[in-house]
């Protein structure tokens, strides 16, 4: 079962877009209303004229740890059993690949850090759309045991890949928010692995 306002849920589109993206908003706003794994809010806003304002409350919100490399967060709209299944048509994907941690009051934080790269892949019946990009990424948590909490700052991101048909309302975007997420490496790999049949560029995280 789904739960919907109107027909959007999950994402919003903010004034000043015109109507195929609020279309856009309708086909992918549904989401599971099942187990939720994890939780938070993302938002992507366009640095466009057009003004797009992208929300995901997220149903999903997973990672994997490598204690020798890196931590990579999987987050969706949808549930990890949609997800796992692999009959996602609608929807959205961040798979979010945290390079290396802040350490307290030895990280200098400046408007040019980064350590996270960012793919988000937004899938609209037959259409898809990556976007790519880099941020700051504060964590919190364990990340052995988890759960793992992890706050975006001023994260960009842009398409870099999409289907014929996928029209693109946000290039480029500035993506913020938070998330608490639990501890689930196979889930992590698989999900990443069908992602990338989706999207080719789906991933750039070390999940082998």
């Known amino acids: 079962m789904s739960e919907c306002s109107g027909q959007r849920r999950g994402l919003t589109w903010g004034a000043g877009v015109v109507a195929?993206?609020?279309?856009?908003?309708?086909?992918?706003?549904?989401?599971s209303t099942g187990r939720v794994?994890?939780?938070?809010?993302?938002?992507?806003?366009?640095?466009?004229e057009q003004g797009a304002v992208l929300r995901t409350r997220l149903a999903t919100a997973i990672y994997a740890h490598d204690p020798g490399g890196d931590t990579v967060f999987v987050l969706s709209d949808v549930s990890r059993t949609a997800l796992?299944?692999?009959?996602?048509?609608?929807?959205?994907?961040?798979?979010?690949d945290l390079l290396w941690p802040p350490k307290a009051?030895?990280?200098p934080i400046n408007g040019e850090a980064t350590n996270t790269s960012v793919r988000q892949?937004?899938?609209?019946?037959?259409e898809a759309g990556s976007y790519a990009g880099a941020g700051f990424a504060m964590p919190s948590g364990s990340p052995d045991n988890g759960p793992l909490r992890l706050e975006l700052w001023d994260t960009t991101i842009?398409?870099?890949?999409?289907s014929s048909g996928f029209r693109d309302m946000l290039s480029p975007a500035t993506l913020t928010g938070g998330f608490t997420a639990?501890?689930?490496d196979a889930a992590v790999r698989q999900i990443v692995r069908r992602m990338r049949s989706?999207?080719?560029?789906?991933?750039t995280a070390s999940t082998r």
């Open 121 to 126: 892949i937004v899938l609209i019946d037959d």
């Open 105 to 107: 009051g030895s990280t």
């Open 20 to 31: 195929s993206a609020i279309a856009l908003s309708a086909a992918v706003g549904c989401r």
């Open 37 to 48: 794994d994890g939780d938070g809010r993302l938002v992507a806003r366009s640095e466009s």
């Open 198 to 203: 989706i999207a080719p560029h789906a991933a």
């Open 182 to 184: 639990i501890r689930d």
């Open 84 to 96: 796992l299944d692999g009959n996602l048509t609608r929807g959205q994907v961040i798979v979010i």
């Open 158 to 162: 842009r398409i870099d890949a999409a």
